[in-house]
């Protein structure tokens, strides 16, 4: 059976992030895995707007500014009903797995995550992006 990841930006654009999301999405490729983007950080991950990524999707983003997934602070995260919400569309998406690369503001959302990480089997590693 084949494992489903998913990669988000999140908070502010930082320099590294699209080089955290190719090497991401290259690294699960390698694997074997099926990577898909999840578009506006968490927002875009409560709301489900997702992009199948490949070698393709990634090449000649090193070099461009911003994210190519775009990126998009997400209030409803900071509280544990929205991140169970998140956990539950990452379920729905069969997602085995979570990367979100971003700038850590909200340690109050890592711990949440990382608690209901446990509890419920989605997956958790972060990229987090110190400047």
Request: glycine letters at 12%.
């Amino acid at each position: 059976m084949t494992k489903k990841i998913g990669v988000l930006t999140s908070g502010g654009d930082a320099p590294g992030m699209n080089a955290a999301v190719r090497a991401v999405c290259r690294a699960g490729l390698a694997k074997g895995m099926e990577v898909v983007g999840i578009l506006r950080g968490y927002n875009g991950l409560l709301n489900g707007e997702v992009i199948e990524m490949n070698a393709r999707t990634v090449s000649g983003i090193i070099q461009r500014g911003g994210t190519c997934l775009y990126t998009a602070r997400c209030p409803e995260f900071r509280d544990i009903e929205g991140v169970k919400k998140g956990r539950d569309k990452c379920l729905e998406m069969g997602l085995d797995g979570k990367v979100p690369a971003d700038m850590r503001d909200n340690v109050v959302t890592v711990h949440s995550e990382v608690r209901l990480t446990f509890q419920h089997r989605v997956s958790h590693v972060s990229v987090c992006l110190v400047l």
